[in-house]
């Protein structure tokens, strides 16, 4: 029987106290696997600990998890790719099950949905942010990924290579969601526990600033994948804006015959072109748009999915 190449991606940035159990249990659950390691500029043993675990360690100057993923998604070749954080809070042995199910369905990606009890693994705002923007990206793209933050994945090789990655944070998440929703990939979700993290191990995501580049990441991707929509919103707001402002303007010219408030009306004349000018650009770039979605459906279709029997 042929068993796909798995590859096991494990992103790291000083996470000496949780590596060892991290490649181990992977190591366990998956030993026909290769695990590797990335490391990001890590200060404490991480590299160490890790090789000595059984991982093969490279490392990635750029400082940022987009970055990093990137990278292991450029050099790695595999027919299956796990993605999971090394920060021990997700359970390895759930992998077995997620990458038969990615494999029985013919999937492109599987989502692990973050399933605790511990009320301590998720950081105060953490919940609630991943709640509301994953509900802006359901609402948006298409509502077929619960957990868009999660951090564990699976992927088959032609999600990988057509992946552009452009992201340098952890707004990646957000990035790989919306590219395969985009297309219209195959997807899919399985629960996985989820637990905090061990004693000396600190998160990486800060929950405000990260929270808002998350966010912008959301708003450029709906600019770049949905412009008609994007410009054609603001293109309502200006005018809605314009109307607001020049109804003063018609009220009085209605009852004298003159314009009073001459620098207001050509603000609304302003902001109606400027309405009209946003509309157009929404439907050009949405031809635009089109034909580049085109083109990344071509290079994902040029991919062939495992066919080992």
Known sequence: MLLPEIAVLIPCHNEQAAITKVVTDFRVA?????????DNNSQDRTVELALAAGARVYREPLQGK????????????????VLVDGDDTYEAKSAVA????????RLDMLNGTRVTQIAAAYRRGHQTGNTLLSGLVRRI??????????????FSRRLVKSFPALSSGFEIETELTI????????LGEMETPYK??????????????DGIRI?????????????????????????????ILSIPIFVEFSRTHLVPRFPTAILSTGLVLTA???????????????GRKEIKRMIYLSIPFWQGK
């Open 98 to 105: 997620m990458v038969k199910m990615l494999l029985d369905e």
């Open 179 to 186: 590219h395969a929703l985009e297309l219209s990939m195959p």
């Open 30 to 38: 998956l030993p026909s696997a290769t695990i590797y390691v990335y």
């Open 196 to 209: 905090d993290r061990p004693e000396g191990s600190t998160s990486k995501l800060r929950t405000y600033s």
């Open 276 to 290: 009209f000018l946003s509309l157009a650009c929404g439907l050009i770039l949405d031809s635009v748009a089109r």
């Open 66 to 81: 987009g970055n990093v993923v990137r990278r292991m998604f450029s050099d790695i070749e595999a027919d299956i790719y």
């Open 141 to 154: 793209f298409g509502s077929r990924i619960k957990d868009m933050l999660s951090g564990y994945r699976v």
């Open 215 to 243: 966010l912008r990441t959301i708003v450029m991707l709906v600019k770049d994948e949905r412009p008609l929509a994007f410009f054609a919103t603001a293109g309502l707001i200006l005018f809605c804006v314009a109307i």
